[in-house]
């Protein structure tokens, strides 16, 4: 069965044609990052848009590279939450008068779950295993038991590990998107030339939960004070910066690991794609642990999780009713 998937949540118009829910025979991402750069930031009505502009041609491409016909389309899988409203509307109402037209099923998809089933596309990996989820948007830790079946144990309380990386690098001038630019940097910088540490979480928190808040404030306003006396180059502030915001979430990681004994882990979403979370992750696999990346292009947002997603939804007998609408929030978790 070919699946197209389609995924319009933020900034990035993709469109991708899965055969079986494995086999990626296209994934066209149209990115808006050069149009959003001058304002250093996503810009919802610029991105919606954008999307109405390119939604068409970014599907046809996906069609076209995939090399069959729409007619051959088995069943269309569309991002329906959570996101930018704008930017999903435009996405899931193509997606509905597609499968319309062609007489085949749609499936709303959640992005969430998307991105924590995009590792199961390239590097199967056996049920249950710890989920981790890194974006601007999110940050989870959760139990994974099916693609389907997720728990949730830990979030962020405030920013999210992506949103403090854009959020200092807009501060500094560092350039955008602020995550990548800052991982660039830190190559070149000293992780100890700021000695900045991690919050103090209260006993109203779950114990896996995380916090950026602290941590972005304390480097865009405290840098003084954490010094250790050496240069405030770009390089060593975004070393420092990087070296605290990864460890604290490899730290509730571990603790999550150790008390669930799960032995299996896998992250998703675009901070995975950041060098020192791989590294800090792949890490585990000294003690036994196995580790599951997405591809570098299925980190970002992609039409291509969609597309696998949605044919497992279909496998098991899902549809979606053409009355769904796109929500920007975050769908119902189980947190333990």
Not at 57 to 67: E, L, M, P, T, Y
Request: aromatic share 8%.
């Amino acid at each position: 069965m070919y699946v197209l998937g389609i995924e319009t949540s933020c900034d990035e118009c993709s469109a991708a044609i899965v055969e079986d829910g494995r086999n990626i025979l296209s994934n066209v991402i149209a990115t808006q990052i050069e149009l959003h750069r001058p304002f250093d930031g996503v810009v919802p009505e610029l991105a919606s848009r954008l999307h109405t502009e390119w939604i068409s041609q970014v599907v046809d491409a996906a069609v076209k590279q995939a090399g069959i016909k729409k007619e051959d389309i088995g069943a269309i899988a569309a991002t329906a939450r959570p996101g930018l409203l704008g930017s999903l509307l435009v996405g899931l109402n193509f997606a509905k008068g597609l499968a319309s037209v062609l007489d085949v099923p749609f499936i709303g998809i959640d992005h969430i779950r998307a991105h924590l089933y995009a590792p199961q596309i390239e590097h199967p990996l056996e049920y249950p295993y710890l989920g981790v989820l890194l974006s601007g948007g999110h940050t989870v830790i959760c139990r994974v038991d099916s693609y389907d079946s997720i728990e949730v144990l830990g979030t962020t309380v405030d920013d999210a590990i992506g949103e403090a990386f854009d959020k200092v690098a807009k501060h500094y001038g560092l350039g955008y998107p602020g995550g990548v630019m800052i991982d660039r940097l830190a190559q070149k910088g000293d992780p100890m030339a700021f000695k900045f540490s991690g919050p103090k979480m209260s006993s109203d928190y779950h114990p896996y939960d995380i916090s950026y808040s602290g941590l972005k404030t304390a480097v865009i306003n405290q840098l003084d004070i954490f010094s250790t006396g050496k240069p405030a180059t770009p390089e060593n502030i975004a070393a420092s910066f990087q070296r605290v915001a990864v460890g604290m979430l490899i730290k509730r990681v571990e603790k999550a690991l150790k008390d669930t004994g799960l032995k299996r882990i896998s992250a998703g979403g675009g901070v995975a794609a950041n060098s020192l979370v791989r590294s800090s992750l792949l890490a585990f696999e000294k003690d036994g642990y196995e580790v599951s990346f997405p591809s570098l292009k299925l980190c970002t947002d992609n039409g291509a999780m969609v597309a696998g997603l949605g044919y497992r939804y279909i496998q098991d007998g899902f549809r979606s009713d053409f009355s769904l609408s796109a929500s920007a929030r975050v769908s119902a978790f189980k947190k333990s």
